[in-house]
T-cell receptor, first 115, second 111 residues
Framework: DTEVTQTPKHLVMGMTNKKSLKCEQH?????MYWYKQKAKKPPELMFV???????INESVPSRFSPECPNSSLLNLHLHALQPEDSALYLC??????????????FGSGTRLTVV | DAKTTQPPSMDCAEGRAANLPCNHS???????VYWYRQIHSQGPQYIIH???NNETNEMASLIITEDRKSSTLILPHATLRDTAVYYC????????????FGKGTKLTVNP
């Protein structure tokens, strides 16, 4: 299995809702990432997990809460989002000790719309 | 990590070679040049990487200048499915876990 699977593919949520994005990989990668991508902009790093521990938080607002329950799964819990949080949310994984960019595998993303 | 400069957009005719340039004038000796691409509404996809020597794989070729201050990604026979945003990224070998994207080049392959 050489894929990163993200669910759901599309999500529409209200500003008072609580929802979660899910990311799964079975490549044995021990680093997982969340990126946010606005239209016509490059992906921006949000969080990095290494060996199931949060290693980088790029000053992301607390309404985004990441969770890494095990080495194959990464969640992003969403609460009280704003319309400007509407974006494509990408998950990626890599071997953390590899230190090489080609080891990054991306999912197809979740298209989030906040209404 | 060193920064990169790419043209915002390029056009290429189907079947012709697409040559995408990237400037990385502040690159250091142990930093690699990586290329990723992102087809519309999909996640970024690894293409190729190199340090000093030219590299070729089934997708593309990478030409790095002798002074390493610039590089060119070559798609030898572009197809309509190569229409995408191409990102040139400089990464320190064994360095940060971050993969940081610049603005990239939007390549449009025309029939």
């Amino acid at each position: 299995d050489t894929e990163v699977t993200q669910t759901p593919k599309h999500l529409v949520m209200g500003m008072t809702n609580k929802k979660s994005l899910k990311c799964e990989q079975h490549m044995g990668h021990r680093a997982m990432y969340w990126y946010k991508q606005k239209a016509k902009k490059p992906p921006e790093l949000m969080f990095v997990y290494s060996y199931e521990k949060l290693s980088i938080n790029e000053s992301v607002p607390s309404r985004f809460s990441p969770e890494c329950p095990n080495s194959s799964l990464l969640n992003l819990h969403l609460h009280a989002l704003q319309p400007e949080d509407s974006a494509l949310y990408l998950c990626a994984s890599s071997h953390p000790r590899q230190g090489l960019g080609y080891g990054y595998t991306f999912g197809s993303g979740t298209r989030l719309t906040v209404v | 990590d060193a920064k990169t400069t790419q043209p915002p957009s390029m056009d290429c005719a189907e079947g012709r070679a697409a040559n995408l340039p990237c400037n990385h004038s502040t690159i250091s000796g142990n930093e690699y040049v990586y290329w990723y691409r992102q087809i519309h509404s999909q996640g970024p996809q690894y293409i190729i990487h190199g340090l000093k020597n030219n590299e070729t794989n089934e997708m593309a070729s990478l030409i790095i200048t002798e002074d390493r201050k610039s590089s060119t990604l070559i798609l030898p026979h572009a197809t309509l499915r190569d229409t995408a945003v191409y990102y040139c990224i400089v990464i320190l070998q064994g360095g940060s876990e971050k993969l940081v994207f610049g603005k990239g080049t939007k390549l449009t392959v025309n029939p």
